[in-house]
Every structure is written in C-alpha cells, then in structure tokens.
C-alpha cells in the first residue's frame, strides 16, 4: 500500500528551491557590522549541557579551543548560554563562571543580553540530548529544535535584524516542523546552516565524487538507534549522492525494511548486497552475505529511498555488524563501486565536531551557509517517513513533498584541509 502524507501541499515544497539564494538576500531592517570584530559573539541556546554532550563538543570548542585544552580556536565568543534543562553532571553553569559567559532563563534575553537589542552576531540552537518525549507512535524523540528556532527568531524579527542561525543536526522530529522552520528562514532572508558533523568528517579514501557523476545505485551503511543514528547514516549518504548528475532533484519515495523483509527485500532488487559488502569492506569490515544474515540483531533496518530521477538508495542500518558509518555507489561509467568510510574520533573531544564548527564560523563570518540547508531538510524528511514506515508494517510512503531541489557546495570536508589530521 502506499501512503500519502497528508500535510503535503504544492506549495509548500516548491517554495524550497530559493532557500540558498534567500539566505543571502537583503537583510530586514538592521545588519550586524560588515567589518566585525576579531571575535564574532554567538548565544548559545542548548536542550543540556554535561561532559560530551553536543553543547560541551561545540560550544565547549569556542570556549576552550579546537580540542578544548586550551590556545586557538574560531573566531567565534561565546557572549550568553540559555540551557533548557540541567541535568545531573551539569557543568554550564561551571563553564559559564569560569569563562565570564551570562546565563539566562529564557532564549530572547539570551540574545539581547536583557537589552533592549540584539547583541550577538549568531545563534547556535543544540537540541540534542535531555529528557524530552517521545512520539508514542514512531519514538522519534520530541526535541525541542522548532520552540528553540521561533524563539530565536521571533526576538530578531522583534528587533528588525538578521543573523546567521545553525541548528544542530536534523531540523525536527516532524517534517511539518522543518518545513515551517525552513520557510521561515527564507521569509526572514536568514543564513540558515544546519546538520551533524558527518559530511564534513575524514574520509577514507580522501577523495570526493565529482559532481556530475552519474550514478545508478547508492548504499549508506550505518548502526544505532533507527532515529537519532539513522539521520547521521541518511544525511552522510546524502552528503555524496547530492553530487550526482543533474544535482539533487527531491525524493518520490521511500520503504523501510526489518526482519525477514530485509532478505525478502534484497531478492526483490530493494537493495544490493554486493555494493552493501563493498562498502563495508572499505570499511575494513569484510564479511560474507551469510555472516552479514548471521550477525545482524532485531534492531536492524534498511531504508529504501526512491530518488526522483530515477536513483535508488538503500540506507542499511547493520546493527551488529558494524559501529561505522559509510557510503557506496555505482557509476555509469565502471563496473567497480567507489566507497568512503567516514570516520570519526571516538572519544573526548570528538574532533570531527571541529570541522563542523568550522563551518559554522564560515557560515557567521560571511553570512552564507557553508552548504545548503536543503540537505538538512531533505534528510529530515527522509526520516520522518521513513519511521512512518518502520512503524506501519514496512507501509510504502509517497513523498511529493520532498520535491527539493539544490545543488552541492563544495565545502571541504576534514581531510581536504592541512590542519585536520586524524587523531591517533
């Protein structure tokens, strides 16, 4: 059976292929100095804030430096926190002393700092982690991404200025959320980044696929939680498969398969397993598709995305195979796949966060997304439907909605800049 999401309207997805060019429109009313300071000031508006939470890897980065001992770090200061919960190991408010931050209880005077005016040149809103419900239905967790980006910009459209806003990770829970988020940022003309530090982590092999590229099959390999992982796996295979030729036209759409209907699905030509143990075998993880049957647990998952122009992409959640994330394709033009492994360092202070704070500095110095938010929105939605489908029995969903299109930047990712080697 498929199914259509009911909140789909024309309008609404058609109004996504101007959100790059709007982000660097002319701004309201009020623009932040053209010639800013050494030191750029961002408020911080984040879900909680303890030792390796995503607020201490990032802000905790223009805080303390790029691996937070200390000495250089971006040209970025931390002028106010907001923390929506404390949680037990807190350490905002030790941080907030040690470094002479303010601490406020509500998001609009964090950005004004209890003026009457905003006093920062960008605002990073980290909703990830916190105790925060759950949708009962699909159990996407109810962060609190959309409350943290109205506020945010209520209080700047309140004072008639732009700035640059990221948001970390996926937009929402809800793709109604995200589409109402993205559409606000273009109707403010915001410089809206947003995503996890996936893309722009190191690759293994340190290459990139051309754009242009014409591919006929994509794998995305990953593990964890089918939501807060399964975004990481989606976002990073389409971090590569955006580079294909013609760009990124919107995805029509997408199944999610568990069990038995993983296998019923590999015979049925869902998905490849050849370019499945491809990937995984630059990896460094070289199995057979009878170990890979053998080892995989309940909680494993195959995403199937049907792209608009004709692509098909599998998302394989290999839970018990593998603690990695990756990516393989096909090409038209070599019976060989290409595949990348991006790898990640797996203790404090998670320098692959750098670069991604990389790119926000980039986006709050310049006032351009380093990437396209469409990325971020895509894969959100993406998401959405593909617990939707988790949930209903492995229920085919119609994606008219996700009629995006976008065409890739080319902002490097760690491997592709001297200063990034990756840790020992």
């Not at 002028?79 to 907030?96: C, E, F, L, N, T």
């Not at 004072?159 to 273009?186: E, Q």
């Not at 593990?223 to 971090?239: C, D, N, V």
């Not at 049957?293 to 004709?310: H, N």
Request: aromatic fraction near 10%; hydrophobic fraction near 40%.
């Amino acid at each position: 059976m498929t199914k259509t999401n009911p909140i789909n309207t024309r309008r609404q997805f058609l109004s996504y292929g101007a959100l790059a060019a709007a982000s660097a429109s002319t701004p309201l009313q009020h623009v932040a100095a053209t010639s800013p300071p050494a030191k750029l000031n961002v408020a911080a508006v984040v879900s909680t804030y303890f030792r390796n939470s995503h607020a201490d890897v990032i802000v905790g980065k223009i805080l303390e430096g790029w691996r937070q001992t200390g000495g250089d770090g971006p040209a970025l200061k931390v002028a106010s926190i907001y923390v929506d919960q404390i949680s037990d190991g807190d350490i905002s408010k030790s941080m907030a002393q040690k470094y002479d931050v303010p601490m406020f209880d509500n998001i609009a005077d964090t950005l004004t700092l209890g003026t009457d005016e905003v006093q920062v040149d960008g605002v990073l809103c980290i909703g990830e982690h916190g105790d925060y419900p759950i949708v009962q239905e699909t159990g996407q967790v109810m962060y609190p991404r959309r409350r943290f980006f109205d506020e945010v910009t209520a209080t700047l459209e309140q004072h008639h200025t732009r700035v640059p806003i990221f948001n970390d990770k996926h937009l929402a829970f809800a793709w109604r959320d995200a589409a109402h988020m993205a559409n606000t940022a273009k109707r403010l003309k915001l410089p809206f980044l947003a995503g996890s530090s996936l893309p722009v982590a190191w690759r293994s092999p340190n290459t990139v696929l051309p754009i242009g590229t014409k591919l006929t099959q994509a794998c995305g390999i990953g593990y964890g939680g089918l939501e807060s992982y399964g975004f990481h796996a989606l976002e990073t295979m389409q971090s590569i498969v955006e580079r294909r030729r013609g760009g990124e036209s919107g995805v029509r759409q997408i199944q999610t398969l568990q069990s038995d209907r993983i296998w019923e699905g590999l015979e049925a030509g869902l998905w490849d397993s050849e370019l499945a143990l491809a990937t995984l075998k630059n990896m460094e993880i070289d199995i057979t598709l009878e170990q890979l049957k053998a080892q995989l647990t309940e909680g494993a998952a195959v995403y199937v995305i049907d792209y608009r122009d004709g692509l098909r992409a599998a998302c394989c959640m290999f839970n018990g195979i593998t603690s990695r994330f990756g990516c393989g394709v096909r090409t038209a033009n070599s019976n060989s796949p290409k595949a990348w492994w991006f790898k990640l360092e797996h203790k404090f202070p998670y320098g692959h966060f750098e670069h991604l704070l990389r790119a926000i500095e980039k986006t709050f110095v310049t006032k351009r997304p380093a990437y396209p938010v469409e990325r971020t929105l895509l894969t959100t939605g993406i998401l959405d439907r593909c617990m939707h489908s988790l949930t209903n029995d492995g229920g085919i969903y119609a994606t008219p909605e996700l009629r995006i299109r976008y065409k890739p930047s080319e902002w490097p990712f760690a491997n592709q800049d001297s200063r990034f080697a990756f840790p020992a």
